[in-house]
């Protein structure tokens, strides 16, 4: 894969967080952490070589179960599309087209940022509510700092569904070069 220009959207994340970082004591990489974001600036190819689709550049992890948070590079995309991959080491269905666009993926965090998004996949019937007002439980950092990512990345409260997911995976999933299956049994 060749050197691909950091998207602007991204570059606007990685600025909010050059920006936030001083306000709350922490490193651009991980002053969105508690927002669901621990950013890899610049974004890496490879990021668990087994499972990351080998055409995608891994821009954030959740921090939990190294599940991660990439965008998919490929010549055969539409100018302006750019898909986000959340890759899941430890589930079954180890990639998932979540969002076309960057602006579509930062817009599901608009209430509790994105830590949870890997619970769709687990818990159908209530992971798609948690996303659709502020939850009590989220972190009072994390509550702190989206306000500012909202300014930063003009978001608005737009939940992610399965039904949206399923239509992505349509459209995109055939796209990701996927690693072979390891066999952990040998």
Request: aromatic share 12%; glycine share 4%.
């Amino acid at each position: 894969m060749q050197h691909t220009p950091i998207p602007a959207a991204l570059q606007a994340l990685y600025d909010a967080a050059v920006a936030a970082g001083p306000q709350f004591d922490l490193s651009p990489e991980a002053v969105f952490d508690y927002s669901g974001l621990i950013l890899e600036i610049p974004p890496v190819r490879d990021w668990i070589d087994w499972c990351t689709p080998r055409n995608v550049m891994t821009f954030a992890t959740t921090g939990g179960d190294s599940v991660h948070y990439s965008y998919l590079v490929d010549e055969r995309l539409p100018e302006g599309v750019c898909p986000i991959v959340m890759t899941l080491p430890c589930a079954s269905s180890l990639n998932m087209v979540i969002a076309e666009s960057f602006q579509e993926f930062f817009d599901y965090g608009y209430h509790v940022g994105w830590f949870s998004l890997e619970q769709l996949h687990y818990d159908e019937e209530e992971g798609e509510p948690y996303f659709c007002q502020p939850s009590p439980t989220f972190s009072e950092i994390g509550s702190q700092q989206l306000p500012l990512l909202r300014r930063a990345l003009n978001m608005k409260p737009v939940p992610p569904t399965l039904a949206r997911f399923a239509e992505l995976q349509d459209k995109y999933f055939a796209l990701l070069d996927t690693p072979p299956a390891p066999d952990f049994e040998a």
